[in-house]
C-alpha cells in the first residue's frame, strides 16, 4: 500500500512539473513576442522621428502640424512655450502678433505720461513776448510720483505739466539731470485717489538685433501712440544736436517722432528695455533710424538723480581714437583692437598715473591724431575693443576712483593704476572718431 501511494503522488507531480513547464514556456513565449514588438516599436518610433525631423527641419513647425492635418493660421514663440492658431483667417479676430502688440499696450499704455513744458520768453516775429512751448512724453517710476523722461525734453522749462492717461494733469518740478545721457527725473504729486502705474523695468543687456520692439509716446501731441519695429543695431555711439555723445545706443526702425522723446521702448513682454530720445532725419520726421538710451543706463543712474540731482561718474582725461585697420596699418601697431591714447592733458590725472600719450602728428579724416602712445587693451579685467567697451568700463565709477588699466606700449603690456576725473560733456566730446 506503501509503494501505491508513492506512485500516485508522483504521478501528480510529474504532471504538475509538465503543467508549470507549459505556463513556463506560455509565459517566455509572450514575453519574447512582446520584446520583439518592442524592438520594432522602438526601430519605427525611431524612423518616424528622423522622418519628422526632416520635414521639422525643412517646413518648420507649421509644415509639420499641416502634414499631421492641422491647419495653421500664426504661430508665436514665448518664453512659456509656442502658442498656435488654428484655423483660416476668417475664423481669428487677431493673429498672434497683433494679440501680443494689445497685450503690451494694454500692459504698458497707463505708465506713459505727456509732459508739456513752457520755457523762457522770447520775441516772436510780431514782437510780441512768447513763451516757447514744447512737448515729449515720460515713464511713471514709482508710486510716489517720480518720472523718467529725456533731459532734452525739460531742460530749460520754466514750467512743466505732466497729463496721465486719464487726462488728469499736474505741476512738476525737476529732481535731478543727466544732461551727459539725455535723462531726467521729475515729480509730481497727484491726488491722492490716483493710482500710478509704474513701468516695468527689463534689461537692455541682452538685445538682439532682429528683436522686436514697441515705442509709446506722444508725436506730435497724439496722446500715447504705440509703434511697432525691430532692434536695427547695438552699441551706437550717436551725436545729439547739442555735441554731446551718447554712448552704447539702441538703434531701431520703430516710427520715432518729434513727441516721443522720453517715452518707452519695449520688449514683447512690455518690459521697457529703452528710453527714446532721438531719430536721424533730413525731414524732421521718422525716416526709418531712430535711436533709445538703454535702460541698464537709466538704471544706473536714477538713484543718484532722485538723491543728488545729478550723477558724478568717472573719466579719462585723454584724448581716446579707436583702433582702425587704416591706424594700426599706418601705424604698424602690434595690435588690432582698443583705444589709442592720442593726447594726454599736462600735469592731469592720466598723465600723472604714467599714461604716454603720442608724438607723431597727422591727419586723421578731419581731426588731428597723435600716433606713438599707448593702446589701452584692458581696464579691470575687461577687454578693451571700441568706445562702447570704455564707457561701459567706467560707467560705474567715480572721479576719484582708480582702474587697473592694461596697457600695449610699442609692443609691450603693461599695468597702470591710472585714477579717474569726472566726466563732462567737454572730456567725452575730445574723442576722436
Known sequence: MVRRGRGRNGGALRILLIVLGAILAIVLSVLLLRWTQSIASRSREQELRRALSEVLAQGGERGLLEMAGVPVNNIFYGDSGVTLFQGDEA?????????????????????????????????????????????????????????????????????????????????????????????????????????????????????????????????????????????????????????KVIMGMIQTD????????????????????????????????SMGISFAIPVDTAVAVIPDLIKFGKVSRGWLDIVPVQLSSQIVEYAKLPVEKGILVSQVVPGGKADKSGLKGGSEKVRYGNSVIYLGGDVIVGINGTPISEYNDLYTALLATRPGDKVKMTVNRGGTEKTLQVELVERTSENVGWIVR
Open 91 to 243: 475664423s481669428w479676430r487677431f493673429s498672434a502678433d497683433e494679440l501680443q502688440n494689445i497685450s503690451i499696450y494694454e500692459k504698458c499704455n497707463q505708465s506713459v505720461v505727456h509732459i508739456t513744458t513752457v520755457g523762457e520768453s522770447s520775441v516772436s516775429s510780431f514782437l510780441d513776448v512768447m513763451p516757447e512751448q514744447g512737448t515729449g512724453s515720460g515713464v511713471i517710476l514709482s508710486t510716489e510720483g517720480y518720472l523718467l523722461t529725456n533731459a532734452h525734453v525739460v531742460n530749460g522749462a520754466a514750467s512743466m505739466t505732466v497729463s496721465l492717461y486719464d487726462e488728469s494733469s499736474y505741476d512738476a518740478v525737476l529732481v535731478g539731470m543727466d544732461e551727459e545721457n539725455d535723462l531726467a527725473v521729475i515729480k509730481i504729486q497727484p491726488d491722492d485717489s490716483v493710482k500710478l502705474t509704474p513701468i516695468t523695468f527689463g534689461t537692455s543687456a541682452d538685445l538682439q538685433v532682429g528683436q522686436k520692439v514697441v515705442a509709446i509716446g506722444n508725436p506730435f501731441g497724439y496722446d500715447r501712440t504705440m509703434t511697432v519695429g525691430i532692434v536695427s543695431g547695438l552699441g551706437r555711439p550717436v551725436r545729439s544736436d547739442n555735441g
Open 254 to 285: 520703430a516710427a520715432i517722432n518729434p513727441g516721443n522723446s522720453g517715452g518707452p521702448l519695449l520688449n514683447s513682454r512690455g518690459e521697457m528695455i529703452g528710453i527714446n530720445t532721438s531719430i536721424y532725419s533730413t525731414s524732421g520726421g
